[in-house]
């Protein structure tokens, strides 16, 4: 069993950056792909990023690709997301989520999830 807390979300303006913080808990994190998903007002969960157990292969949707940078400190059963140059399309709530196997996009497949921060971009 794996519990996820997310942190760090909040409100910034256009162009900002925030971090969020994912902490893990249960001795086998470091076998976990982990993923970033997120849901907006009215709109379905989306895939952001996903990290594999390593750290060492990272994935990102394209909109995101270039601004957010997810990575992983298993020491601390951590994963973050720094997101920067954030725009009001980003506003949302973020979830992390683990998954014993190899990271993917498919939110089902995922076996554990945070319950969420929100994240709030204005104009």
């Known amino acids: 069993q794996v519990q996820l807390v997310e942190s760090g979300g909040g409100l910034v303006q256009a162009g900002g950056s925030l971090r969020l913080s994912c902490a893990a808990s249960?001795?086998?994190?470091?076998?976990?792909?982990m993923g970033w998903f997120r849901q907006a007002p009215g709109k379905g969960r989306e895939f952001v990023t996903a990290?594999?157990?390593?750290?060492?292969?990272?994935y990102y949707a394209d909109p995101v690709k270039g601004r957010f940078t997810i990575s992983r400190d298993n020491a601390k059963n951590t994963v973050y997301l720094q997101m920067n140059s954030l725009k009001p399309e980003d506003t949302a709530v973020y979830y992390c989520?683990?998954?014993?196997?190899?990271?993917?996009?498919?939110?089902?497949?995922?076996?554990?999830w945070g319950q969420g921060t929100q994240v709030t971009v204005s104009s």
């Open positions: 989520a683990a998954r014993s196997r190899l990271y993917t996009i498919a939110e089902f497949l995922y076996d554990y």
């Open positions: 249960g001795r086998t994190f470091s076998s976990y792909a």
């Open positions: 990290i594999d157990s390593s750290g060492g292969s990272r």
